[in-house]
């Protein structure tokens, strides 16, 4: 009989963490790429020592009771945790890692990929092409707002806010603003962005980006009040987590023309349903949560989470752990 731990990972992933697991680990595995059923789940965690989990696996009270005293770790593939009851987890002594840092940079590319493509009307004119909608040259035609002599506004200044800044410079933006809940002196000034408070952000941008954690505090925190705010012609876009836009004052806001246009990458729920009435406008691109896919920073998050486990199996430092507050 086996004496090595048991992991039980909860979907396929990229198999530089299953191979890892595998060299000190018993292995057992939902092998697809749809989510486990709920059912399924609470059954395949009995006993184990180890779950590798996605953000679409609620780990809670329930789940953590159906796995067992044996349970010493969880490993989120993922950087947000929101899905995670860490207070439950706490309370069973059952450790907690996540993956940041990996995927910052590919999170950073794609906010920007959606900003473009939000901004320059790229929806519209797929559409023109595919369906014979492009006659001739007209000057007027699918123009949109430009990023150069643009002011950006970020909100949430942590590792991927900054990023984006990055990644932003070389677009000739005029003035980079960021707020959070604390300035960033050093880091703001290496990039060449001020720090102003949220009114002030929203009323000054000409795009407006989310890159804050899905919190209590910043839950909807994108509403009708904080749309009203933005020039009318903002572009908002979000890559950070459906949950804090309110996204029936968004859909207000977009067919209203309190603001211009919106790029989401995450919405609530995920799947977004076909009937959405977000998906019937021109100014919404909307795409499902790819931000940190690509094959580099997948395979990063997959190995990270198999260290986490391992590093916890065997009462070391995680390299990337989670505690609860």
């Known amino acids: 009989m086996s004496t090595k731990p048991k992991v039980f990972i909860t979907r396929r992933v990229p198999e530089s963490g299953p191979t890892l697991l595998k060299t000190q680990c018993e292995v057992a595995q939902w092998n697809k790429d749809d989510p486990i059923p709920r059912n399924e789940l609470l059954s395949s965690v009995k006993g184990v020592d180890a779950l590798f989990c996605l953000l679409t696996e609620k780990i809670d009270g329930e789940l953590l009771d159906a796995a067992g005293t044996s349970l010493k770790v969880v490993g989120t593939m993922s950087v947000g945790y929101d899905h995670v009851d860490l207070q439950a987890c706490a309370e069973r002594g059952v450790k907690v890692g996540f993956t940041p840092n990996v995927l910052t940079n590919a999170v950073a590319e794609l906010t920007v990929a959606l900003l473009l493509a939000t901004s320059r009307r790229l929806k519209e004119a797929i559409r023109a092409v595919e369906n014979g909608l492009w006659g001739t040259w007209k000057p007027m035609w699918l123009c949109g707002p430009g990023l150069e002599g643009s002011t950006v506004g970020i909100v949430g200044f942590g590792r991927i806010g900054m990023a984006v800044a990055r990644c932003l410079k070389p677009f000739a933006v005029n003035c980079m603003l ?89 919405t609530t729920p995920e799947p977004l349903p076909t009937d959405s009435p977000l998906l019937t406008l021109d100014n919404c691109v909307a795409l499902p949560h790819i931000a940190s896919a690509t094959h580099n920073s997948r395979g990063a998050m997959s190995e990270l989470t198999a260290r986490n486990i391992l590093s916890a199996l065997n009462s070391q430092p995680m390299p990337s752990e989670i505690k609860a507050s």
């Open 178 to 266: 960021y707020t959070d809940f604390a300035e960033r002196p050093a880091e703001a000034k290496e990039i060449g962005a001020e720090f102003r408070s949220l009114d002030e952000v929203l009323a000054a941008s000409d795009f407006v980006l989310a890159c804050v954690a899905l919190t209590p505090d910043t839950k909807e925190m994108f509403n009708k009040d904080l749309f009203k705010k933005m020039k009318k012609t903002s572009v908002f876009i979000n890559t950070s987590r459906g949950g804090v836009v309110q996204q029936d004052d968004l859909y207000q806001a977009l067919v209203s023309g309190e603001i211009g246009a919106a790029g989401l990458d995450v």
